[in-house]
């Protein structure tokens, strides 16, 4: 109990410490104009305030990860709750804050503008396809997921293939229409819903005396899976997840003034790491240790476990809530994942978003991959998604290592995290039966060498892109609204 009470103090006090710290090294402007007013296009460039836009960006960057993960990453016991509260703070937190404030610093740009302009022009093409990949995936597992958590939780009287479509239907309305018809009115009331059922849960874990195992590095995985790198790439979303760089851009877009920032993607991020605190400590302590755990997730995977924790925690009626609030999160990610994918493409493509028009004609090919997808069996294509996921991460901090580098700041806070995860992400693809199949130890010289060579070509680029005076953002007078 006393690790899982530090773990989630540690994550407060890093936010006001830690978090303050990277915004005092990345230095906000507070007389610069954001892209929500510049570019103010009553679309996707809209203001919104801090809480609206606060609410929206946890929302947005949850889906199921910081339940789920947490929960199939407990098997490895408390050494999970080390990576959730060191990665979130060190790591996660910085990614989503970098992110973002280089977006606002660039008419709201998504990662592969950003990846374009710091790492290279090649880069935009792979990360674009990266991207728009990454984001069907996610829009299309997260129809599936709450459709099957509702259709149980309404004991199947309604069909699986009508619930299905009334989420697309919701997901294409939020898709097209401006963000403050759907997402800004509706999200306050699903945030409201996912925290309490999330601080039910936690509360109920302490009021009941929960036996939630202290700090321990050893690995309980029952399958003795490897911590290294595999912990990585189980919790994500919660610690590091490379599909916040995805999201993020929205909320840069919607953002008032830049010092508003450390509390939409600092804090938000923060809050996730509680979520995933809360979830990992349930599921650690409540199925008669790691074997009873195992067992469950057998029988009936995280959908499970968030049922019976819910329940046990907080009754019929309040388990009913809770269950409700994990359905949110991955509607809620969802429908910003279709979102993000329509803006990609426009930037990519420099297609005008103002009219309805061309944000249909761009919607329209995404779900009717999507539904494609919906039609079959592609598990094969999910195990990749960690990694891809990942490897999005890796892309992001290098991002805001260039431009601190460039900026000739503390490039570190960004540089340290990016290459630990490059170093896990070669190694995962070296040694997963997904990749190359090849022996750990071979997989951990390959990624050695690998990370080795990238981050000097990393300090290569980074020192002529500085001689080159490369500009870090954009001028205000030379924005528009065609975005």
Avoid at 446 to 471: D, E, W
Wanted: glycine fraction near 10%.
């Amino acid at each position: 109990m006393y690790t899982f009470l530090v773990g989630i103090v540690l994550l407060i006090l890093g936010y006001f410490t830690y978090g303050k710290f990277i915004e005092k090294i990345f230095g906000v402007k507070e007389e610069r104009a954001t892209p929500a007013y510049v570019n103010n296009d009553g679309v996707d460039y809209v203001p919104m305030s801090t809480a609206k836009n606060s609410l929206i960006q946890l929302l947005n960057i949850a889906g199921t990860g910081p339940v789920f993960g947490p929960i199939m990453g407990a098997l490895y016991g408390p050494v999970a709750f080390i990576w959730i509260v060191v990665g979130c703070i060190f790591a996660g937190a910085v990614h989503d804050y970098l992110t973002g404030m280089i977006s606002i610093r660039n008419r709201g740009a998504h990662l592969p503008e950003l990846a374009s302009k710091f790492l290279g022009k090649a880069m935009k093409h792979v990360v674009n396809a990266f991207a728009v990949l990454l984001l069907l995936l996610v829009g299309t597992v997260f129809v599936s997921t709450p459709a099957s958590l509702l259709h149980v939780l309404m004991n199947g009287k309604i069909a699986l293939g009508i619930i299905i479509a009334v989420i697309f239907l919701y997901y294409i309305l939020a898709t097209l229409l401006p963000v403050d018809k759907i997402i800004g009115r509706l999200y306050p009331y699903f945030g409201a819903v996912l925290l309490i059922s999330a601080l039910g849960v936690g509360i109920g874990l302490i009021v009941k005396g929960a036996p939630i195992p202290e700090l321990s590095l050893s690995n309980f995985h029952p399958d003795h899976a490897p911590i290294f790198p595999l912990l990585f790439f189980t919790i994500t979303c919660g610690a590091l997840s490379g599909f916040h760089a995805t999201q993020t851009p929205i909320i840069s877009r919607t953002t008032q003034k830049e010092k508003q920032g450390r509390k939409i993607f600092y804090g938000m991020m923060i809050a996730e790491g509680i979520i995933a605190m809360i979830w990992a400590a349930a599921a650690m302590s409540l199925f008669d240790g790691y074997g009873g755990l195992n067992e469950m997730l057998a029988s009936g995977g995280p959908g499970l476990i968030v049922s019976e924790v819910s329940t046990m925690m907080l009754g019929a009626i309040g388990g009913t809530i809770a269950v409700l609030g994990v359905v949110v999160l991955p509607i809620t990610s969802g429908d910003t994942a279709f979102r993000s994918a329509r803006m990609i493409i426009a930037e990519y493509f420099n297609i005008a978003q103002r009219k309805f028009s061309s944000r249909l004609w761009i919607a329209i090919p995404l779900f009717a991959i999507s539904v494609v997808l919906t039609q079959i069996d592609f598990n094969l294509l999910w195990r990749y998604f960690s990694w891809a996921n990942q490897a999005t991460a890796v892309i992001a901090l290098f991002v805001g290592a260039m431009y601190l580098y460039i900026a000739k700041k503390n490039y570190w806070i960004s540089l340290i995290p990016g290459i630990f995860m490059l170093l896990m992400v070669i190694t995962y693809i070296l040694n997963a039966k997904i990749g190359f199949g090849l022996s750990m130890n071979i997989a951990w010289i390959g990624g050695t060498i690998g990370t080795t060579i990238l981050v000097i070509l990393f300090f290569n680029a980074a020192k002529k892109a500085r001689a080159n005076k490369l500009p870090l953002e954009e001028d205000i007078s030379d924005w528009d609204d065609v975005a």
